[in-house]
């Protein structure tokens, strides 16, 4: 899991310039054996709520990764959640709000119906792993919705993405008060550039499109790569770092360039918000 930096007032005006990839990593690869439903593409106030439940989704899944799992019974005063029972209640109640969005519906296990209580005693990697499940159903639940276009599904969107962000800031004020740093306060990875010769730089010049997302153009200009998202991203400038790995000043995302038996690029694994998305080559 990465862990990612801090949104402040500053970070606003970085983000128009990270839009690309605020974009990008906002739309998500369709679930696993489930059948694509044919619905609008999410237009550009979708695709920030989007954005805002990767961020908020993807810090508490880094901050329950780094709790070890014997302070999972934490709770500041008797009062309050343990930190087990945060995970199981953030599950749960991920499951509920998104399918109210219309385009998905989760089957409910025997699991499932276990008291709370009982399911905040759970491991932490199983905690873990049903969180992360709850959060994917949700990146597709989001996708398919199409645009914003009613008081009731912008109801539905508020309660999701209040109660991840309310969620996250109550367990990063556990961590703080258990001497941890929370993952929105660590600084970002340091990175190193390595220069590339220039031969090697067309091969990676091409448009790549994510499932159902936007194109990404990789273009090649006075010996350096720029990538832009199309509509609307701006452009951004991609920094080597060894291998066919990249990455980007404005924000922390990476990209690494995927080839085939014969050397040819054919994807982009883009890396942003502690997930992976993959961008096919279209020409």
């Known amino acids: 899991m990465r862990l990612l930096k ?8 970085t983000c128009a310039a990270c839009l690309l ?13 489930q059948t694509q439903a044919a619905s609008p593409a999410p237009d550009g106030v979708m695709l920030q709520f989007m954005r805002f439940a990767d961020i908020f989704g993807s810090r508490l899944v880094a901050a329950f990764d780094s709790i070890p799992a014997a302070r999972y019974d934490y709770r500041p005063t008797a009062p309050q959640q343990t930190i087990g029972y945060i995970a199981q209640h953030l599950e749960a109640a991920n499951y509920s709000l998104c399918e109210q969005l219309g385009s998905l519906d989760h089957p409910s296990t025997a ?4 008291a709370d209580t009982v399911k905040a005693r759970w491991p932490k990697d199983t905690l873990v792993a049903r969180l992360r ?4 159903f949700c990146d597709t639940a989001l996708e398919r919705a199409g645009p914003l276009d009613s008081p ?3 109801n539905v969107l508020l309660a999701f993405e209040t109660d991840l962000a309310e969620h996250y800031s109550q367990l990063a004020s556990y961590m703080r008060l258990t001497g941890m740093v929370p993952p929105s306060a660590l600084p970002p990875r340091r990175r ?9 730089l067309p091969a990676y010049v091409g448009a790549y499109q994510l499932t159902d997302g936007p ?11 720029f990538a832009q998202s199309k509509p609307g991203g701006r452009e951004v400038r991609l920094w080597a770092e060894g291998g066919e790995n990249f ?8 990209l690494t360039f995927m080839r085939d038996g014969r050397g040819a690029v054919t994807d982009i694994i883009i890396h942003q918000y502690g997930r992976d998305r993959a961008a096919r080559r279209i020409r």
Do not use: H, M, W, Y
Not at 22 to 31: E, F, H, R, Y
Not at 247 to 254: P, R
């Open 6 to 13: 801090p949104l402040t007032t500053n970070a606003a005006a």
């Open 133 to 136: 499940a709850s959060l994917r």
């Open 111 to 114: 699991k499932d119906s276990l």
């Open 215 to 225: 194109e990404l153009d990789v273009t090649l200009r006075d010996g350096k790569l």
């Open 192 to 200: 190193t550039t390595v220069e590339l010769p220039a031969s090697a």
């Open 247 to 254: 990455f980007i000043n404005e924000v922390d995302a990476q």
């Open 152 to 154: 009731a599904r912008a």
């Open 21 to 33: 990839f605020a974009i990008v990593v906002a739309l998500p690869t369709t679930l696993s054996g």
